[in-house]
């Protein structure tokens, strides 16, 4: 049987009126919650006069799971409304859709599905626009952003998406457009579900449905946008009886719509009692006072102090090497270590703020034959935008490359598979690549509307063929003359993606043959990706590489925070305002108690940012902590450099 600390006790039998619950990281809110719901049934609530609302449908499957097994004796058909804020919304809407003006067969539209209908309205709002303009996807993003963040559109382009400043007007166009033509299909996307469940409590307060429910439960409430707090206190109505748990320390989604002054204005808004968990169960204390010291520099957040329920174990190690290939082979050797003392690689979890901090990691572990996996995503070497530059250096080393070649000719407006062979073909019939202009076959299979891209295409490859260019300066000669556009126009992460092309210009910097580098990736990329969760399921013994935004709700013995260095970690865009600085920091709170038992910080001191070698120095969240909380090492040419080393390497390369 499971026994609730006081704390946790205190809150499973709070009483009446709203409650927000501050759960630190390893405190069992999930328990909490669970057992404060069957408190409630045992104490005779109808359970239809429930709801549990979480974020994920695999978190709202376990609590349901959970709570039907702590009731199975007593309960076997527990009806407690329970899911993610969308599936919620959805049952509201079935039921009453007439009443925002949908009929109740509505239909739900997936992201794909989103991003047809988004292709229509470009299609029909703007016709064909004389330049590249961005793709469906990218328009999707914006419009989801413009709803989840509740900005105006010229507000939120300002904010984050700058380089689309230019297509505010057109944008503006196809978001009424699109909204049209849902209405027209009786369509509503992810959003629409809250927007129209938000619609049907502020028209119809009491609507059946919503009267019935008399105690509400909110897990994860950081992270909810203004949309959902506001769904949830409508939702509370006068009983009032709103539960919210979650922690302010882990707030870090606001870049993508989460709203920190939800939690942190709670008791301001809807008054109550306001509860800690404070007792940890994942962590060593050793662990937990490295995380506490760390937090408690940020000024705005309810102040805690995690206690570990672990004894004493190994300090923390904070770890300077001379740069990131140092940093990847140290990495290495101390996994391997591990594992020598029967942790397995399932245990151990490699974290980092940006994606292309992990590409030298991976090349390391392939050469040592280490099973790895990324978690919700692809390889570093893997990803679209890399593959899609390499196709171009593919095609220099053999110009008949047909795979290679198909992917460039669909960069080009206009230009599917279809037209993509048929161009191809001119190739395969003439024996031979010629980009000229006298090749008149080539020319006419070329639309007319591809034309302009087309030249823009030849001058890149005629700047990269030639027997002294390297692969790095063809990965920026192709980036500048031709890929940048396409780069900014298909993605809506675009400066992220460029640092990683500026780190693969790097990465071939230590070629100087085209065969020999192509090769390498060849190898990089010859192991099967699996998704994370199957991965684990299929019991298999392998590492997590994962950035910290997708690591936050894991756990791991071993948890390696790499590339932890200023301008990195925290980023150099979240300096300012102090509310994007101060979550960074959570973000760093973040990625060390993932750690149950060995917690290694690298700082690599010779890094390539901003497309150029520099001398870093170490974040300000490693400088910040007392010395009494991590063991601090350096190794390699470290000291060497500090001593007044401070000549970087010769090579250097700007896009």
Known sequence: MIVLNPDQQRIVEHGEGPALVIAGAGSGKTRVIIHRVAHLIERGVPPSAIMMVTFTNKSAEEMKRRLEGLLSRKSKDVKVLAGTFHSIANRFLRRYAPLVEFTNNFSILDDADSRDLIKAAIAEGIGKPEKRFPTAGVVQTVLSMVFNRGMELAALLRDQYSWLIEWEAELETIGRTYAKKKRANNAMDFDDLLANWHRLLTENPNVELARRLRYLLVDEYQDTNVIQAEIVELLAGEHRNLMVVGDDAQSIYGWRGANFENILHFPQRMGGEVYRLEENY????????????????????????????????????????????????????????????????????????????????????????????????????????????????????????????????????????????KIYRVFAVQRAVRLTADNLDLTQAVPAKAREEWKKLMTAFHEILGDQITPSMMIERVYEAFYRDVLFNAHDNPWEREADLKFLAEFGAKYRSLDNFLAQLALVGATVIRDHEEEQAADRDTLTLTTIHQAKGLEWEVVFVIGVVEGQFPHRDCLTPQSRLEEERRLFYVSVTRSKQHLQITVPLISYRYGNYEVCSASRFVEEL??????????????????????????????
């Open 282 to 421: 994942r962590s060593t204390p050793n662990i937990l006072d490295l995380a506490n010291e760390s937090i408690n520099h940020n000024e705005a957040q309810f102040p805690k102090n995690l206690r570990a329920v672990k004894p004493e174990s190994v300090h923390p190690q904070i770890t300077h090497t001379y740069d990131w290939r140092e940093e990847a082979e140290l990495i290495v050797e101390r996994i391997l270590d591990y594992h020598d003392q029967d942790i397995s690689f399932r245990e151990m979890g490699v974290l980092y703020r940006n994606h292309s901090q992990s590409a030298e990691l991976q090349l390391r572990l392939t050469e040592q034959g280490i099973p790895f996996i990324v978690r919700s995503g692809v390889k570093f070497f893997e990803q679209a935008h890399i593959k899609d530059i390499v196709a171009f250096l593919k095609v220099v080393h053999n110009p008949l490359d047909e795979l290679a070649w198909l992917r460039i000719l669909k960069m080009l407006p206009g230009i599917g598979n279809t037209t993509a062979q």
């Open 626 to 655: 007392p010395g009494h909380v991590a063991e601090i090492a350096k190794v390699g040419e470290v000291e060497r450099l500090e001593a007044g080393f401070r000549a970087a390497p010769s090579f250097s390369i700007e896009f």
